[in-house]
């Protein structure tokens, strides 16, 4: 007999899964790094690797916690105040206590015979997001991986639709039609890259894609998108979608929602809204308006994984007519035979990309009940409120620069040094000196060929003086590299 390692029907395989669980979360708290990274690099990481991946007999648990420590003293630490690269967060601490709960029941969402209730909030779930964005009756979604998934799932509903209704041709059954080479998706200059990736994807190539300029807040400009489809018409191509971001990655920026979705419906192309950072507005009450409209939408991204401070993974999908989805349904017997269908049994396997997949809805809900929806708003405000002191404060520091007004909680400024020439190889040093050295996680981006540096605020616990310290820190640092490259040149 083998004794159980698995969570079965008998006190001794619960009372080890509860050891087991409140041991590992002892150990995080203990090994975790004092500042945001311990700054080793990939080869001094691949030397501390030296267990065995597979050992021929069992280790005890002494040298397992080992093996955890060792890990999780070298990983990023999310909850550090100066872990402000991406739009990585720290997860809430409800939706840790759900994620044990979703992997020991281990449900996978794509039957109902997997996974019954799971189904059921799941579906409620994604109702409740579609009307909180404003969706009718008609909508539908599903939860993703991510924003990069939920992307590739709009362009690729956009894709069969427009191949369907222009060319009355079936993708899922035919492949690419031969006229695929004309379809055109239009997406600001600053997109998220995934536009692309999608493109790639689906066999339309990244050439599909085309770039709209944005204005002096990098917000697509619509007029421009106007012209730049009524030149792809002219041309003979066809264009299958226009991608407008609610939230840049880069500086939070939200496209003019109403305007680019008249010129999207004037030109018959698919409407994708990637609000997978910008969604999170939906719960704020000071900045719910600054995505309003976001209902003009075919589909909509929205991360969980950023602003809503889930683990990863947690995003949605969200389409205003359900029937879209009949473009990737396909049956299989052993899962979503179509006897289940007529019956009214729900197998989520028929809407999602994925089989096998994750109840994350869980977290979510455990998450809102924790919080509310006044505290849940007032954390999104907060990051908000901690982006535009950082850049009041970057204004009145002399060595640096605000590269444009934060909009939503990034703020993208950089280090103009005095003696050197050179200044984007100075701040792309400077950022890995940060990095190396264990002194913070700073963000970097280039704008219109400019290297800077970028803070996400994720952290609604980070103070005013804890931003001030880490700006001082970066300014000091910054300093002695100068002082050093000058001493060099001499
Ligand atoms: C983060 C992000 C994505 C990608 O989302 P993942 O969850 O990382 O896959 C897409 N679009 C925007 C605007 C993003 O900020």
Redesign the pocket.
């Known amino acids: 007999m083998f004794e159980a390692d698995f969570l079965v029907r008998d006190a001794a395989s619960q009372a080890e899964f509860v050891r087991l669980v409140t041991k590992a979360a002892e150990i995080v708290c203990q090994a975790v790094p004092k500042g945001p990274f311990a700054g080793k690099s990939p080869a001094e990481l691949r030397h501390l690797i030296s267990s065995e991946l597979l050992p021929n007999t069992a280790q005890n648990w002494d040298a397992i916690a080992d093996v955890l420590r060792t890990v999780i003293a070298n990983s990023v630490f999310v909850g550090d105040p100066n872990t402000i690269a991406h739009?990585h967060c720290p997860p809430l601490l409800p939706a840790l206590a759900a994620e044990v709960v979703i992997s020991t029941l281990n449900q996978s969402m794509d039957s109902f015979d997997q996974a019954p209730i799971a189904t059921i909030v799941e579906q409620q779930m994604i109702r409740w997001l579609c009307h909180e964005v404003g969706f009718p009756s008609s909508a539908d979604g599903t939860f993703t991986?991510?924003?990069?998934?939920?992307?590739s799932m709009g362009l690729l509903l956009a894709r069969d639709a427009c191949v369907n209704q222009h060319w009355n041709w079936s993708v899922q059954k035919s492949g690419l039609p031969p006229k695929a080479r004309l379809l055109r998706i239009f997406c600001s200059e600053v997109?998220?890259f995934?536009v692309e990736k999608s493109a790639a994807q689906l066999g339309l190539g990244t050439e599909a894609v085309i770039r709209i300029e944005v204005d002096e807040h990098f917000r697509m400009r619509p007029a421009a998108l106007g012209e730049s489809l009524r030149k792809a018409v002219a041309e003979g191509l066809r264009p299958m979608a226009v991608v407008a971001?609610a939230?840049?990655?880069d500086f939070g920026s939200v496209d003019p929602l109403r305007e680019i979705a008249e010129i999207a419906q004037e030109w018959g192309a698919w409407l994708h809204v990637?609000?997978?950072?910008g969604g999170a507005l939906l719960v704020s009450s000071q900045h719910r308006d600054k995505i309003s409209r976001i209902e003009f939408a075919d589909s909509i991204?929205i991360?969980f994984?950023?602003l809503f401070w889930q683990p990863?993974?947690c995003?949605a999908f969200l389409l205003r007519d359900r029937r879209h989805f009949e473009a990737i349904k396909l049956h299989a017997d052993y899962l979503n035979p179509e006897s289940l269908e007529e019956e009214g049994i729900p197998n989520l396997v028929t809407t999602s990309l994925l089989t096998s997949r994750r109840f994350d809805a869980l977290k979510l809900w455990i998450s809102f009940q924790a919080l509310g929806r006044e505290k849940l708003g007032a954390m999104v405000d907060r990051t908000v409120a901690l982006a535009d002191h950082t850049a009041n404060f970057i204004r009145g520091t002399p060595q640096l620069e605000l590269m444009c007004e934060p909009q939503l909680s990034t703020v993208v400024f950089r280090y103009i040094p005095s003696s050197v020439r050179g200044a984007n190889c100075f701040n792309f040093q400077l950022r890995q000196i940060l990095f190396q050295e264990g002194i913070a996680v700073v963000g970097h981006t280039r704008v219109l060929g400019v290297q800077c540096l970028k803070f996400t605020c994720m952290n609604p616990a980070t103070s005013e003086g804890q931003i001030e310290e880490l700006i001082r820190a970066i300014v000091e640092r910054g300093k002695m590299l100068e002082a050093s490259k000058t001493a060099d040149s001499e």
């Open positions: 739009l991986t991510g924003g990069s998934q939920s992307n997109a998220h995934t971001t939230g840049t990655t990637d609000a997978a950072y991204t991360d994984h950023k990863i993974p995003s």
